[in-house]
């Protein structure tokens, strides 16, 4: 027998449970799936074995004053008096098997030469490397703000698109500039998972899409079955694809064509003593090794620990290798470890002309009952996914927010 629900969103992203906060605000009954076993996708803030309850991030690392969509939320749910501030440290390049000062890669005088046609170009329809590339000078890109803009992203940026990298977005100066919470970032997803009106599922993944009538009818992986009126997906390119290959080929085929850049990201948890050498840093900007960043927990210190999630670029190392890279990078021996965990994050791989193809997705979904979101339209930040899930919501259910 088929549950019936009005509104079923697929994923418990932040960009799935933005759009459910949204949807519950406004009374509407809402059932969050998700196939893993924990909500947050790739805000995924982990505890050690060995360590207590000291946490790192295995995904997303900050937040900032500057996303009024995710504040918005934050105030819906009395979260705000909880922000934690971060701590000033500094990054650093990582070259050559040492670290380095981040101005020590720089290249004043071709700088000084370039920087003109940076604030005279345009982004739109050019790549990361052909916009910087210009703007900053060859070998700025090369040696410091190519490694830096793939750290940002987890992925060879040469070929994202410019205008997708850093977009403005106004700050609120009454919030702290940039902020984490008591327990990692993941008490966002838990806080908005637990709220009142909204039901979500973990361990519950959907395995076929099809039409019912005017509403929709999926299939999950235990055999079951769910139907809805309004359904938003909130997966992957290729796992939306997949599920739309049957009765929305038009859409299917826009989605499909979008890339998935695999992140392999290993936390450590290191006990202070053993790192008593290594000064406190945000991160490592790697130019050439097999992880593209590293970033600490140096920002809100304990006294016990300290934690260092290294990003893998996919296959470049296997498991053992990678710990043991990371290891040398902080001049510590993988036997000085109090615990490690290991995430493999899937982000887009997005190119020139995004945008076009995010046009048609849209006007496939226009008129319909079926909504789309991620962090794959607007740019991959938790306030680019949120300002999409706001953008569908209102679509699906229109321009005023109720209450719960």
Known sequence: MSEVVEHIVVGAGISGLGLAHRAARRGIPTLVVESADRVGGCINSRTFAGGDDFWAEAGSHTCFNSYGHLIDTLS????????????KVKYFLWRGGERRAVLSALHPLELAV??????????????????????????????LFGPAFRAVICQDADDFPADLLFRRKP????????????????????????QEGLEVRAGQGVVGLRRDGDGFRL?????GELRCVTLTLAVPPDVASALLAHDFLALADAVGGIGVEEVQSVALCVPVERVAHLPPLAGLIAVDDAFNSMVSR??????????????????????????????????????DLAGVERAL??????????????????????????????????????????TRSSQEDERLFGTTRGEL
């Open 298 to 335: 140096d920002y809100l210190a304990d006294d016990r620990y300290r934690g260092f999630t290294f990003h893998f670029r996919p296959g470049a190392l296997e498991a053992d290798a990678q710990v043991e890279r990371a290891c040398a990078a902080l001049g510590i021996a993988p036997g």
């Open 219 to 223: 299939a999950t992986d235990g055999g």
């Open 114 to 143: 370039s920087l003109p046609r940076l604030l005279a170009g345009k982004k739109a329809g050019r790549s990361v490397r052909e916009f910087y590339g210009a703007g900053l000078g060859r070998k700025n890109y090369r040696d």
């Open 171 to 194: 700050r609120r100066k009454e919030i702290l500039r940039s902020f984490t919470f008591p327990g990692g970032l993941s008490d966002i997803p838990r806080a908005i998972a637990a």
């Open 345 to 386: 994050n899937r982000l887009p791989a997005l190119r020139v002309g995004h945008g076009e193809r995010i046009a048609r997705v849209d006007a496939a979904l226009a008129g319909t009952r079926l909504g789309i979101t991620g962090n794959w339209f607007l740019g991959v930040s938790i306030e680019d996914c949120l």
């Open 76 to 87: 819906d749910l009395g979260m705000l008096g909880g922000l934690t501030a971060k701590e």
